[in-house]
């Protein structure tokens, strides 16, 4: 599996966001990504049927699935985009919208990414 990893794994960017209270009665709140870390990872296009399963609620064209080394994880967790060739993804997130939906995998992570239609 490393060896397989080695040969398709490609440089994704993984911005990380810092939260800044613009007004406490309001509680209005602004983030702002910082400085992006490159990592790399194994991507694969997901077709519609693959998204209406893995990620129930999502509608769009365009979602992949990151394979990504468990050293990344709590990176990965604690991200607000990732940008993969040039093109903004986010993680699909549970209904409470704090964790990302990740499946361990011996020393691998899957993670599951859709681009939005803003």
Known sequence: MKDLFEENAKKIRVYVAVETVLDPFEKNTSEANLTPYVIKAMITDLISSQ???KMPGII???AKELMIEKKHKTLIESCNMI????ENY????????KNLQLREECEYIRLYVYKRND
């Open 51 to 53: 998204v209406a399963y």
């Open 60 to 62: 769009t064209e365009k």
């Open 83 to 86: 940008q993969i060739s040039g």
């Open 90 to 97: 986010y993680g699909w997130r549970d209904n409470s919208g």
